[in-house]
């Protein structure tokens, strides 16, 4: 199996509907290697959804779609259960029994919904009832969010947000970028994504990242990185250990994508952002900022 080949064709069909966006599309495809969950935040109309959908439609896997708004309830995520004509219990099945779960502006939904997902995103199952249903293998969601200062937002709560593998920023486009998605759209009802891998090509690479190797020093990196996060004079809330064994799937699947067979510093110090930005909580009277405080620790802490 050639991982690097697999990412690649993957990358190639993304690409031909998405000007730039190169490090958000192969950070997506880490975090499904890694089998964990992605927040995608941007200001509306930087290509979130489009960038997911695409990347769902170069696999051949099942996906499915759910839009967060203020009234969206529990039901419209996991299904429910209903007395048929024969007073007969049956099941009808949200959208969230998928491979590829696209949640839409996540954080426009209640929190009470939102917490509810938590046993899906950690567990892989959902209970109605009495009943316990295991979800699909694999069972990756995107889930997209705007900032918080664009109206009907409400912030995340940590718990929930501490269960994805990755938040993933998705920035405005450069004006190259933009001129290429102009002629890309221009031209988009003729190209078509192509299914280059398959479920069980996911699985296949979800199971090889073990067999990449991970030195002690590189251990070390990460819980010298991590506990930093928790001595910054900036930080309220620093990273957890569920932080550091996302930082060592991450770094494991990056590696196997890029075709090495052992994690490296330049890993580590890619993901930082991506895995400890959504963990941490900073003083609003710190000016620096979450990405700041991460990348002056990144600076300063020697690597292996």
Do not use: W
Request: glycine share 6%; hydrophobic share 45%.
């Amino acid at each position: 199996m050639d991982a690097k080949a697999m990412y690649d064709k993957v990358l190639a069909e993304v690409k031909k509907h998405i000007a730039g966006k190169t490090d958000v599309i192969k950070l997506i495809f880490i975090a499904i290697v890694a089998d964990g969950h992605v927040l995608l935040e941007g200001v509306p109309g930087v290509a979130k959804t489009t960038i997911s959908k695409t990347v769902a439609d170069a696999i051949d896997a099942k996906f499915d779609r759910i839009q967060g708004t203020p009234d969206l309830d529990i039901r419209d995520i996991i299904g429910y259960a209903y007395l048929d004509e024969s007073k007969n219990i049956q099941v009808k099945k949200g959208p969230i029994f998928t491979n590829i779960l696209l949640i839409d502006e996540l954080n426009r939904a209640p929190p009470r919904t939102t917490t509810a997902l938590l046993e899906a995103l950690e567990e892989r199952q959902v209970t109605m009832g009495n009943s316990t249903m295991p979800l699909d293998r694999p069972f990756i969601a995107l889930a997209t969010q705007n900032p918080l200062n664009i109206e009907g937002t409400t912030q995340l709560p940590k718990v929930l947000a501490d269960r994805f593998l990755m938040r993933i920023a998705v920035d405005y486009p450069s004006m190259e970028e933009e001129q290429e998605m102009l002629r890309i759209k221009e031209r988009e009802e003729k190209i078509k994504t192509e299914k280059v891998l398959s479920i069980n090509d996911i699985i296949s690479l979800q199971e090889s990242v073990n067999s990449v190797k991970i030195s002690d020093s590189m251990i070390a990196y990460i819980t010298a990185i991590v506990n930093a996060t928790r001595n910054d004079i900036h930080v309220v809330m620093g990273g957890s250990p569920r932080a550091e064994i996302s930082f060592m799937k991450c770094a494991k699947a990056k590696a196997l994508i890029e075709g090495r067979s052992e994690v490296i510093a330049d890993d580590i110090k890619f993901l930082a952002k991506p895995v400890l930005s959504h963990r941490l909580v900073v003083r609003s009277t710190g000016g620096i900022g979450v990405n700041g405080v991460i990348d002056g620790i990144v600076a300063t802490m020697p690597a292996p």
